[in-house]
C-alpha cells in the first residue's frame, strides 16, 4: 500500500515538473524612450514586428516595461533606475540623454541602444567593433548624414551664403550634429548661424534672431524635445518663409519642406535581433555596434510652392518621397 502511494504521488511529481519545464520561460524587455508614447510609436511597433519575426510575442514569452519621459530628461535617471529594479534582462534606450540614464542606473543589466549619435564619443562603448562593458546596438552617425543634409538643402536652394541651426544644448547629440555641420559648412563656404531651442520661447526667439542675421533657410537637428513642439516649428518656419530641413520625416508630413536621415523604424526592427542575441546567452560586448542601413528623403512640394521655392529635378529625382 505504502508503495502504491509513493508511486503515484512520484508521478504527479514528475508530471507537474515537467508541465513546469514545458513552460518557456517570459523574458522581461525594459523600453527607455526620452519623449512621449506617440513619438516612438512607430519605432516600438517596428521593434515588436522584429521581435515576432524572431519568435517573440508579447505576454507569451515576452513582456515590455514601457517608460517614457515626455521629454523632460530629468525623469530619466529615475525611469532607468525603475527598470533595473524590475530586474529586466534586458533595457533599450534611446536617444543618447536615455542610454546614459541607463548607464548610471546599471553595469551590469544588458542595455541596447536604438539611435545614439556616437556611442564612442558618448563613453557608451570602446569601438563599434569591440564595445566592451554592457553596451552595443545601433548608431545614427554617419560620417556624410550632416553634410549630405546641408548639400541637398544647398541645392534645392541654389546660391546660400548663410544657414541657421537649431539644436537643443541639452542633448549630447545635438553637440556632435553641430560640429559635423560646421565642418560641411566649412568644405561649402556657408556661414552658419547656431541657435537654442528647448522651448516654445527659445524657439520663437531662434527664428526671429534667423531671420534678423538674415539666414536664407534652417537645419534643425535630430531631437525630442524639438520634435514635440514640431507643429510650432514648422508654423514658424511657413511665416518666414524659411526653408527648412529636418531629421525626422514627421515635421514634413506636418507642412515642414525638406527631411533626410536614416530611417528610424528600420533601426529599431533591427534592434530587436540585439535582443534576441541577448536572451539567447550573448554578451553585449561581444556584438558590434550597427550604422544605418536605409536612408530616406522627403519632399513637400506643397510647402516650397507656399514660399516660392522651386526644388530643382536633380533634388527630386533623389526623394524617397513626394508630397504633392
Do not use: W
Amino acid at each position: 500500500m505504502c508503495l502504491g502511494r509513493f508511486l503515484v504521488v512520484f508521478a504527479v511529481f514528475a508530471l507537474c515538473s515537467q508541465a513546469e519545464a514545458q513552460q518557456p520561460k517570459v523574458a522581461r524587455i525594459g523600453f527607455l524612450g526620452g519623449a512621449s508614447a506617440s513619438f516612438y510609436a512607430a519605432r516600438t511597433n517596428a521593434f515588436r514586428q522584429g521581435l515576432k519575426e524572431l519568435g517573440y510575442t508579447e505576454g507569451k514569452n515576452i513582456d515590455i516595461e514601457y517608460r517614457y519621459a515626455e521629454g523632460q530628461f530629468d525623469r530619466l535617471p529615475d525611469l532607468a533606475a525603475e527598470l533595473v529594479g524590475l530586474k529586466v534582462d534586458v533595457i533599450v534606450a534611446a536617444p543618447t540623454p536615455s542610454v546614459l540614464a541607463a548607464k548610471k542606473a546599471s553595469a551590469t543589466t544588458p542595455i541596447v541602444f536604438a539611435s545614439v549619435v556616437d556611442p564612442v564619443a558618448s563613453g557608451l562603448v570602446a569601438s563599434l567593433a569591440r564595445p566592451g562593458g554592457n553596451f552595443t546596438g545601433l548608431s545614427l552617425l554617419t560620417p556624410e548624414l550632416s553634410g549630405d543634409r546641408l548639400e541637398l538643402l544647398i541645392e534645392a536652394l541654389h546660391k546660400v551664403s548663410r544657414v541657421a541651426v537649431l539644436r537643443n544644448p541639452g542633448n549630447p547629440s545635438n553637440a556632435v550634429f553641430l560640429e559635423e555641420t560646421r565642418v560641411a559648412a566649412g568644405r561649402l563656404g556657408i556661414q552658419l548661424q547656431p541657435l537654442e531651442g528647448r522651448n516654445p520661447d527659445e524657439i520663437e526667439q531662434a527664428f526671429e534672431a534667423a531671420t534678423r542675421e538674415r539666414a536664407r533657410a534652417i537645419v534643425v537637428f535630430d531631437d525630442p524635445v524639438i520634435y514635440s513642439y514640431r507643429t510650432r516649428v514648422v508654423a514658424l518656419a511657413a511665416k518666414r518663409r524659411l526653408p527648412a530641413m529636418y531629421g525626422y520625416r514627421e515635421f514634413v508630413d506636418d507642412g515642414g519642406l525638406m527631411s533626410y536621415g536614416p530611417n528610424r523604424p528600420d533601426l529599431y526592427r533591427r534592434t530587436a535581433t540585439y535582443v534576441d542575441k541577448i536572451l539567447k546567452g550573448a554578451k553585449p560586448a561581444d556584438l558590434p555596434v550597427e550604422q544605418p542601413m536605409k536612408f530616406e528623403l522627403v519632399i513637400n512640394l506643397k510647402t516650397a510652392k507656399q514660399i516660392g521655392l522651386t526644388i530643382p529635378q536633380t533634388v527630386l529625382y533623389r526623394a524617397d518621397r513626394v508630397i504633392k
